[in-house]
């Protein structure tokens, strides 16, 4: 059962309190009447909706009821902007008076767990957190003297939540995953299945010989390891033969009672299967001198691509692309404003390939900014394409001396010096509000935690405006 809105936060104990304790921060303050706004829990709501269209019954009247989703919400803006982890979160929640307010908790309630939270952050998705963030940014245009003058867009990439990535070491994690579904997988069938071979000593042994090669740093060492990758290869095909035998016996079992745990089991199994015969393939490209296309980084998050940006200190990284577009009042130094919902697409796409989705943000919001600053790899004819709908008075392209055309030299210098903000504003995401690495595996949990991350900032820009003009 869907619950919206919390209880009433007062309690006896509150009058024994110090009201020091019970006065939130000015900035909270603000933050708590913006999500008091009906307009931000509507996408939840339509959540259940869509839901209980699907399953045919409704979800929103009928069972356990969930907890607030006004505490929620307020919970994950907390978790945003100070960085936490879930259990974190839900410790520092517990043990702040401010922040029990805040959230919507009081004193005699309990926090939610941490698995609580997880679990409707995964559920709700990044649709739910897009549409929160464009809720807040319309009230910000319609309820301050926020004007969307200019917009500054550059693409950044969050890096995925995995290791640096090999081909014997993506091997040994497919022995040790195979090794561990099949053997539930195995467990579930009645009378046995095929006997499922744990290789994880084996190859084990060949990731240390491999450790010990790498350090001699010789022509042979390099050898050496292309021979020890090729053994792990070997081994984790072997396992993926014994794994499809151990599937096809539970899939074919799955009959009468128990039918659904094993079906799911099988899909399991399945997905390791397929995830395990691409290690085995790029092994065989690398072997072979082919070239790797669309490479597989990790077997938790397979969504997450290598990613090269030319930086000196981390060449390449392994995660995924999400264009960050910030709309501002003027393009003065210092120039602050909302985030629009950041877009992204699987792999590795180009600045012109994301642009049309931000281009559509804009046109839903209902901006149209008169200036348009982007960095230097946006090509300049695509991109004039793609802001037709907008129609900017002046379009400014980092080193192309096309753009920008009959401007003066003072303004092209405040364009440039105003579209180098947007790497600060990045910046600024990435190291206060968890845009650096995404918590979250798959596309879908990337996009979700960028969105988080865009929509307590907005919240932030929300409460300077506020503070400002008050």
């Known amino acids: 059962m869907l619950v919206l809105e919390a209880r009433p936060v007062e309690v006896l104990w509150d009058e024994l309190l ?48 969930t907890i607030p989703m006004a505490s929620y919400v307020r919970l994950m803006v907390v978790k945003q902007r100070n960085g936490w982890g879930y259990e974190r979160l839900a410790r520092e929640v517990s043990d702040s008076l401010h922040l029990r307010r805040f959230c919507r908790i009081s004193l005699g309630e309990r926090v939610a767990d941490e698995s609580t939270i997880r679990k409707l952050t995964r559920r709700l998705g990044p649709e739910v957190v897009a549409a929160m963030t464009r809720a807040v940014i319309a009230k910000g245009v319609n309820e301050t003297r926020f004007r969307a003058r200019a917009v500054r867009i550059d693409s950044t990439v969050v890096e995925a939540d995995v290791r640096y990535p090999t081909d014997a070491g993506l091997a040994g994690d497919a022995v040790r995953l195979l090794a561990r579904e099949g053997k539930r997988a195995a467990a579930l069938v009645t009378g046995g299945a095929t006997a499922m071979r744990d290789r994880s000593r084996a190859v084990g042994r060949k990731l240390r010989a491999l450790g010990c090669a790498v350090k001699r740093r010789t022509g042979d060492a390099k050898d050496e390891v292309l021979a020890l990758t090729g053994e792990c290869g070997k081994l984790a095909a072997a396992s993926v033969t014994d794994a499809r035998k151990v599937a096809g016996e539970l899939r074919a079992a799955a009959r009468g009672r128990g039918a659904r745990a094993k079906l799911a089991a099988t899909e399991r199994l399945e997905r390791g299967i397929e995830r395990a015969e691409k290690v085995c393939e790029q092994i065989r490209q690398r072997l072979a001198g082919e070239p790797i296309r669309d490479r597989l980084v990790s077997l938790a998050d397979p969504d997450a691509r290598p990613i090269r940006k030319g930086k ?55 901006l149209t900014p008169a200036e348009v600053a982007l960095d230097g790899g946006f090509p300049v004819c695509a991109t004039a394409q793609a802001l037709e709908p907008i129609a900017p008075d002046r379009l400014f392209i980092a080193g192309k001396r096309s753009t920008a055309a009959g401007a003066s030299k003072r303004t092209r210098d405040r364009l440039a010096s105003y579209r180098t903000g947007a790497e600060g504003r990045i910046s600024h995401l990435k190291r206060d509000y968890g845009l650096k690495r995404s918590r979250l595996k798959g596309a879908a949990g990337a996009k979700t935690w960028v969105g988080w991350g865009a929509l307590a900032y907005n919240l932030d820009t929300y409460a300077h405006y506020a503070v400002r003009d008050a």
Do not use: C, Y
């Open 312 to 366: 000196a200190g981390k060449p390449t990284e392994f995660g995924s692309v999400h264009q960050i577009a910030e709309i501002t009042p003027h393009t003065r130094k210092g120039a602050r404003g909302f985030v629009l919902a950041p877009a992204t697409e699987p792999g590795n796409p180009g600045e012109q390939t994301l642009l049309p989705a931000t281009v559509a943000e804009l046109l839903t919001l209902g």
């Open 18 to 65: 110090p009201i020091e304790t019970r006065l939130l921060p000015a900035d909270l303050v603000v933050i708590d009447r913006v999500l008091d706004d009906p307009a931000v829990l509507a996408p939840v709501a339509a959540v259940w909706q869509r839901e209980a269209e699907r399953r045919g019954r409704s979800s929103a009247g009928h069972g356990r009821p």
